[in-house]
T-cell receptor, first 113, second 112 residues
C-alpha cells in the first residue's frame, strides 16, 4: 500500500453538475498531483500543488480546480461536468517537488451521464 | 500530441517468457524515465526508473534498456510469471519537473 487514499471510490453524476474528489497523502508529502485516466489510456496530468499552491498545470480547462490543505489532504473540483469527464481520477503524492518517486492512490472512478 | 509513444498495446506471453515493451519520446529535455505497473482497481505503482546517463538498469527481473540517440527505452521482464499480468505504463519527465507524461499503456497477460 502507498499510504495514499482517495474518496469516494466510485461516483455517478449527470452532465452540468459539480463534483469534489478527495485525496489523503502520506504525512510529510508536500506535493500532490492529480491525473485523469480515461479508459484504456495513460494518466494525463491535470495539475500539481506544492505547499498549498498550484505550481504546474496540464492542458485542462479552468473548470478543473484544486485545493491542498496543511493536513496533507487535497481536493479536485470539477464544475459543469461533461460526458468526456468520465474517467479514473488519480492523485499522487511525493515528499517534495524535487523528488521523482510519486505514490499513487487507488483512484476515484467518475461516471458522467 | 502524445509526448511518449508506447507499444504494443497488448502482449500475451507464456510463463517464463521475456515480454518487451517499447517507448519513444521526442522532448530531449526529458531526463527521468519511470515504468509503472497497474493492476485492476489500483493506482499505478513505480516499478523501475532510469536516467539517460546509463544505458541499462536492472532491478530483480525487470530491466530497462535506454537508447539516448534513438530517444527510445524499453522494459524487459525476465522469467515472466502469471502474477506479472497487469498494465504497464512508461513515463517521462524533466528533472524535478512537475509534470509526468505517460504512454498509453500495454496490457500484459502471462499464461501459466
Amino acid at each position: 500500500e502507498t499510504g495514499v487514499t482517495q474518496s469516494p471510490t466510485h461516483l455517478i453524476k449527470t452532465r452540468g453538475q459539480q463534483v469534489t474528489l478527495r485525496c489523503s497523502s502520506q504525512s510529510g508529502h508536500n506535493t500532490v498531483s492529480w491525473y485523469q485516466q480515461a479508459l484504456g489510456q495513460g494518466p494525463q496530468f491535470i495539475f500539481q500543488y506544492y505547499r498549498e499552491e498550484e505550481n504546474g498545470r496540464g492542458n485542462f480547462p479552468p473548470r478543473f480546480s484544486g485545493l491542498q490543505f496543511p493536513n496533507y489532504s487535497s481536493e479536485l473540483n470539477v464544475n459543469a461536468l461533461e460526458l468526456d469527464d468520465s474517467a479514473l481520477y488519480l492523485c499522487a503524492s511525493r515528499p517534495d517537488r524535487g523528488q521523482e518517486t510519486q505514490y499513487f492512490g487507488p483512484g476515484t472512478r467518475l461516471l458522467v451521464l | 500530441q502524445q509526448q511518449v509513444k508506447q507499444s504494443p498495446q497488448s502482449l500475451i506471453v507464456q510463463k517464463g517468457g521475456i515480454p518487451i515493451i517499447n517507448c519513444a519520446y521526442e522532448n530531449t529535455a526529458f531526463d527521468y524515465f519511470p515504468w509503472y505497473q497497474q493492476f485492476p482497481g489500483k493506482g499505478p505503482a513505480l516499478l523501475i526508473a532510469i536516467r539517460p546517463d546509463v544505458s541499462e538498469k536492472k532491478e530483480g527481473r525487470f530491466t530497462i534498456s535506454f537508447n539516448k540517440s534513438a530517444k527510445q527505452f524499453s522494459l524487459h521482464i525476465m522469467d515472466s510469471q502469471p502474477g506479472d499480468s497487469a498494465t504497464y505504463f512508461c513515463a517521462a519527465s524533466r528533472y524535478a519537473g512537475n509534470q509526468f507524461y505517460f504512454g498509453t499503456g500495454t496490457s500484459l497477460t502471462v499464461i501459466p
